[in-house]
Structures are given as structure tokens and as C-alpha cells.
């Protein structure tokens, strides 16, 4: 955290600048899963070829749905893992927070890319109501049991870490949900085995499609707040100044902004105005504990004022 004693433009000889962090500087690295992701990447792209090639050689709408959304799947893997590999590259002179932020920008093109693959299926869906095709029930239900056998081992993955990293608890519960999805294209298929009811595979491919639009929304969402440094979910600014306020010494707290630095990461930056001085480092750390504690940020920097109304930046228009 850099603390910087600003005397309203004097300089008394002492330099007061410093950078001290919180617990371990930033947020703590998770247990490596390099080993996970790349079996439940290498496990669902296959499965997703294979999947969508059952689905056009049995007719089923329903298969290539879930084919869509295993894809999803793969997608999200990917963005987690590069998110967290990418966490992990050093700083440079033209990237000074890293690359942390490209996470941020491929969950905004994943959530893109994701709505266009599933406004063709709905289309395609729609269609058949009105040009029922027969479907290979068995084939349908034989291939699908793979899919909640594949999702449900890779869910099991990542179990371990499912507490301790938002990235890997994200995997672990869509991996978990998508389990879910391929038993119901299995019921789907007995029933058109048993009924002969082929409007059940157009149905069930809305269905899987409305499932992915419900997830997709949220993550589309949050990546384009985030990629316009919104204040993270879950984070209360005026909480956040309210404990900054309550430290010793400061009488005003301004230009307070908290922003996601990626989809793991939050940064804050904030003007404490402090007439008694600087508190000295041990203060400076002790405030940086506290809010990674009680609010996840890992990589607060604060600038010390002693005057009230003396910076330009304290307006709450101001940024």
C-alpha cells in the first residue's frame, strides 16, 4: 500500500513514501490446478465433437444443445485457467498491474460468444416445431450418460479447492450443474423412445438453451462491469469508508475508489486526511490487514493529506 504524506505542497525533508501491502501483498495464490484444468478442458473438447457429431447423425436438436452448452463449459475452463496463470505473470513498465485484467476481457468475450451460439440453437429449436424430425432415442440417451459421467468427474476435480478461489468453486459448480443438464437430455431421450413424442427434443433444446442464458446473463453482466471498474459485488463503498474513517487520526476520508483489478482481484485507492501527520507504516499496514479481512482487497494504496479542502480531488463529483 503507498502512503503518501502530502503537506499541501511543503517539503519538510522527510520522505514518507512507502509500499506495504496486506497479507502476503495480494490475494492469496490458490493451490495449483494446471493439472485439472487441462484434463477437464482436454475431457469436455472431446466430448463436445463427439456430442455435436451424435447429434447431427441422430437428429437431435437436444444433443447439440447440450453439445453448446458443454462447450460453455470448455470456455469457462479456459478463461479460469488463463485468468489464473495470467495472475501469475510479474508486472512491467508499460503493463504495471500485470495482465490481471485480460481475465476480465475473455469472460466478456466468452459471455458474447456464448449468446450467438445460443440465439441459433433457440432458431433451430423453433423450427422443428413446426418440422418434427425423428431422433435416435438410444443414441441420444447413450451419449448423454457419457456427458454427466465426463462433467461430474471433472467437477470432482476441483472439488478440493471449491472453498478456498472464487475461479475454481466457478468451475466446480458449473461442471456440476451441466451434470445436471445431460441427465435430463437422457430423460428427454427415454421419453421420445417410449412416447414417440418428437416435439420433446425441441423442448428440451429451449430448455438447455434457457439454462445457458440464465448463466450467461450473470456472467455477461459482470464482465462488462467489471471491465468499466465498477465496484465489485459484495463490497459496500460507504462500508469501505466508514472503517477507513474510524482509524485514528483521520478526519476525512475522499476520492475513494475500488475496482476490480481482475475477476479475482480488487484494488482501492483512497485520500485520508490526517492533521495529527502521518501514522507511520505499522498504522499503514495494519489498515491494509484489515481491508483484504473484511473486504478482499488485496492491493489498497492510500495518500495521506493533513489539510481538509486542500486537494483538488476531494469534491464528490471529482475523480
Known amino acids: 500500500m503507498t502512503a503518501r504524506d502530502d503537506h499541501a505542497?511543503?517539503?519538510h525533508g522527510e520522505d514518507h513514501s512507502g509500499h506495504a501491502h496486506g497479507p502476503g501483498g495480494h490475494s492469496h495464490a490458490p493451490a495449483s490446478f494446471g493439472k485439472a484444468f487441462a484434463i477437464g478442458i482436454g475431457l469436455n473438447t472431446a466430448f463436445v465433437i463427439v456430442e455435436a457429431g451424435y447429434g447431427y447423425a441422430s437428429n437431435s436438436?437436444?444433443?447439440?444443445?447440450d453439445a453448446g452448452h458443454n462447450l460453455s463449459d470448455v470456455l469457462g475452463l479456459v478463461v479460469a485457467w488463463v485468468?489464473?496463470?495470467?495472475?501469475?505473470?510479474?508486472?512491467?513498465?508499460?503493463?504495471?498491474?500485470?495482465?490481471r485484467s485480460s481475465s476480465i476481457m475473455a469472460a466478456l468475450f466468452n459471455a458474447i460468444f456464448l449468446l450467438i451460439a445460443v440465439g441459433m440453437i433457440t432458431w433451430e429449436a423453433i423450427q422443428r416445431f413446426s418440422d418434427p424430425q425423428p431422433v435416435a432415442g438410444v443414441t441420444v440417451m447413450a451419449v448423454a450418460a457419457i456427458g454427466v459421467l465426463i462433467n461430474g468427474f471433472t467437477a470432482f476435480l476441483f472439488m478440493s479447492g471449491r472453498k478456498g478461489d472464487i475461479n475454481i468453486k466457478g468451475a466446480y459448480l458449473h461442471m456440476l450443474a451441466d451434470a445436471g443438464v445431460s441427465v435430463a437430455v437422457v430423460v428427454a431421450g427415454l421419453l421420445v423412445l417410449q412416447t414417440?413424442?418428437?416435439?420433446?427434443?425441441?423442448?428440451?433444446?429451449?430448455a438447455i438453451a434457457a439454462v445457458i442464458i440464465i448463466g450467461t446473463w450473470g456472467l455477461l453482466r459482470d464482465s462488462v462491469t467489471m471491465s468499466l471498474d465498477a465496484t465489485p459485488p459484495g463490497i459496500d463503498p460507504a462500508a469501505v469508508a466508514a472503517l477507513l474513517r474510524e482509524r485514528p487520526g483521520v478526519v476525512e476520508v475522499h476520492d475513494l475508489h475500488v475496482w476490480p483489478m481482475s475477476t479475482t482481484e480488487t484494488a482501492l485507492t483512497a485520500h485520508l486526511v490526517?492533521?495529527?501527520?502521518?501514522?507511520g507504516d505499522a498504522a499503514m499496514r495494519s489498515i491494509a490487514e484489515e481491508l483484504e479481512e473484511r473486504f478482499g482487497i488485496a492491493h489498497p494504496t492510500i495518500q495521506i493529506e493533513l489539510a481538509t479542502g486542500s486537494c483538488p480531488l476531494a469534491p464528490a463529483h471529482a475523480v
Open 9 to 11: 505542497g511543503h517539503d
Open 61 to 65: 436438436l437436444a444433443l447439440v444443445a
Open 83 to 99: 485468468a489464473a496463470t495470467l495472475a501469475k505473470r510479474p508486472p512491467s513498465p508499460r503493463f504495471s498491474y500485470g495482465l
Open 196 to 206: 414417440g413424442w418428437q416435439w420433446l427434443d425441441p423442448v428440451v433444446s429451449l
Open 274 to 279: 490526517m492533521p495529527s501527520g502521518h501514522p
